[in-house]
T-cell receptor, first 116, second 112 residues
Framework: AQKITQTQPGMFVQEKEAVTLDCTYDTSDPSYGLFWYKQPSSGEMIFLIYQGSYDQQNATEGRYSLNFQKARKSANLVISASQLGDSAMYFCAMRERLQGAQKLVFGQGTRLTINP | DVKVTQSSRYLVKRTGEKVFLECVQDMDHENMFWYRQDPGLGLRLIYFSYDVKMKEKGDIPEGYSVSREKKERFSLILESASTNQTSMYLC???????????FGNGTRLTVT
């Protein structure tokens, strides 16, 4: 079963609009963490934002915020006021403990294209 | 700034060859990881290591092995390369459990 699901293979958004990238997860570990990464066409993986399962408030980092709905097991990334430079692949990832080991598993990714 | 360096950006090997992918980090991180990235599949964990000489299998370890003799270096080994191992390989390290992964620039391996 897929641990991290990103249902949007691709998204097209007009510049300056807000965009929400979906991520749902599945885990039985009560102490887990959720990460979002950006991968531009250059290939580097850039860390954007982190949310711990016990964090009471949604994480925010500049124009990025994480809409964390624990009961629904979703951790959507919201980018406000999108810019052309936001065009990239975006990956949701989850840290969980499985059989004593702390693993980080990734979703399939969403390719975001910002149109001028 | 954390620097994770992968020795090769592009690599072309023949079927059956033994292939070494090297990764070095300069921040004294204990945890290191190897992923492969394929279109539509995201990143899949091959192996990871919590400390020197320690290794744990990830989700797709078959056909791979790893070596961690020194804290800063984590090597991925393809014992006998096959065409289905053609992929982008990403190495990463992290300081602790809640710390983000820091990635290298990747090695695009082609096996012919």
């Amino acid at each position: 079963a897929q641990k991290i699901t990103q249902t949007q293979p691709g998204m097209f958004v007009q510049e300056k609009e807000a965009v929400t990238l979906d991520c749902t997860y599945d885990t039985s570990d009560p102490s887990y963490g959720l990460f979002w990464y950006k991968q531009p066409s250059s290939g580097e993986m850039i860390f954007l934002i982190y949310q711990g399962s016990y964090d009471q408030q949604n994480a925010t980092e500049g124009r990025y915020s994480l809409n964390f709905q624990k009961a629904r097991k979703s951790a959507n990334l919201v980018i406000s006021a999108s810019q052309l430079g936001d065009s990239a692949m975006y990956f949701c990832a989850m840290r969980e403990r499985l059989q004593g080991a702390q693993k980080l598993v990734f979703g399939q990714g969403t390719r975001l294209t910002i149109n001028p | 700034d954390v620097k994770v360096t992968q020795s090769s950006r592009y690599l072309v090997k023949r079927t059956g060859e033994k292939v070494f992918l090297e990764c070095v980090q300069d921040m004294d991180h204990e945890n290191m990881f190897w992923y492969r990235q394929d279109p539509g599949l995201g990143l899949r964990l091959i192996y990871f290591s919590y400390d020197v000489k320690m290794k744990e299998k990830g989700d797709i370890p078959e056909g791979y092995s790893v070596s961690r003799e020194k804290k800063e270096r984590f090597s991925l080994i393809l014992e006998s390369a096959s065409t289905n191992q053609t992929s982008m390989y990403l190495c990463a390290s992290r300081a602790g459990l809640v710390s983000p992964l820091h990635f290298g620039n990747g090695t695009r391996l082609t096996v012919t």
